[in-house]
């Protein structure tokens, strides 16, 4: 039987951070690819923050503006102890109307799994919509192509542009939905943005001698911005 979101990140809370929080990519990608097209003091959405290392934390530390949203309220509230400098709140990214706008930036890393394919491209309307124009989004997630599990649900000749597939994450299984690259092109300009870096960072996260969970993870990370037209 799958877990959904919200109890799934509410029981691995504290483990979450011991295996991913010390992502060398995220930090990588962050201080790299997006701080150096940020404004100062721009306004930034954490989407999923998690934990709030190492996103949160770094562009707080920049100087940016920080709001973070999670589902899981164990993660906001080891989020709040650990980034006093940015603001974090429970909240559903699917019904969550931002009090402020726009954001200059939204991140969005390895948030989007559980999301089928119609809601993660409702999700992308909403970033769109909550940016300012040329506003940048920051996605982190995982190709269908790198899915190593004989639980495929789509196959992917069948959906070329996604997959379904159920994995063991952290001690729970998991139901996720992948697109391909092409279909994170697709999605991604159907909604307004163009592509402007892509890469492929290799994550093993930290896990006890006992967890299932230990395959090397190819993290998938795309900035686009915003086309002034939308």
């Given at each position: 039987?799958?877990?959904?979101?919200?109890?799934?990140?509410?029981?691995?809370?504290?483990?979450?951070?011991e295996?991913?929080?010390?992502s060398t990519?995220?930090?990588?990608?962050?201080?790299?690819?997006?701080?150096?097209?940020?404004?100062?003091?721009s306004?930034v959405?954490d989407?999923?923050?998690?934990?709030?290392r190492?996103?949160?934390?770094?562009?707080s530390?920049?100087?940016?503006s920080?709001?973070?949203i999670?589902?899981?309220?164990?993660?906001?509230?080891?989020?709040?102890?650990?980034?006093?400098?940015?603001?974090?709140?429970?909240?559903d990214?699917m019904?969550?109307?931002?009090?402020?706008?726009?954001f200059?930036?939204v991140?969005?890393?390895?948030?989007?799994?559980?999301?089928?394919?119609?809601?993660?491209?409702?999700a992308l309307?909403?970033f769109?919509e909550?940016?300012?124009?040329?506003?940048?989004?920051?996605?982190c997630?995982i190709?269908?192509?790198a899915?190593?599990?004989?639980?495929i649900?789509?196959?992917?000749?069948?959906?070329?542009?996604?997959?379904?597939?159920?994995?063991?994450?952290?001690g729970?299984?998991?139901?996720?939905?992948?697109?391909?690259?092409e279909?994170?092109?697709?999605v991604l300009?159907?909604?307004?943005?163009?592509?402007?870096?892509?890469?492929i960072?290799?994550?093993?996260?930290?896990?006890?001698?006992s967890?299932?969970?230990?395959?090397?993870?190819?993290?998938?990370?795309?900035?686009?911005?915003k086309?002034p037209s939308?």
């Amino acid at each position: 039987m799958t877990i959904l979101a919200e109890a799934l990140f509410d029981a691995v809370a504290k483990r979450y951070e011991e295996s991913y929080g010390p992502s060398t990519g995220q930090g990588e990608v962050i201080k790299r690819v997006l701080l150096p097209l940020l404004p100062p003091q721009s306004r930034v959405l954490d989407v999923g923050c998690g934990t709030g290392r190492p996103v949160a934390e770094t562009l707080s530390e920049a100087g940016h503006s920080v709001v973070g949203i999670d589902i899981s309220q164990e993660m906001v509230n080891i989020a709040r102890q650990q980034v006093p400098g940015a603001s974090f709140e429970k909240a559903d990214m699917m019904t969550y109307t931002p009090p402020n706008l726009p954001f200059d930036a939204v991140c969005a890393l390895l948030s989007l799994f559980q999301l089928g394919p119609d809601d993660t491209a409702s999700a992308l309307a909403k970033f769109s919509e909550w940016l300012a124009p040329d506003g940048i989004i920051l996605l982190c997630t995982i190709l269908s192509s790198a899915v190593r599990t004989p639980d495929i649900t789509n196959g992917a000749a069948a959906q070329p542009l996604h997959i379904e597939a159920s994995f063991p994450f952290m001690g729970h299984l998991v139901s996720g939905t992948y697109f391909s690259r092409e279909g994170w092109h697709k999605v991604l300009a159907t909604h307004g943005f163009a592509i402007e870096s892509e890469k492929i960072i290799p994550f093993r996260p930290i896990v006890s001698a006992s967890e299932v969970h230990v395959d090397v993870e190819e993290h998938y990370y795309i900035l686009a911005r915003k086309k002034p037209s939308m």
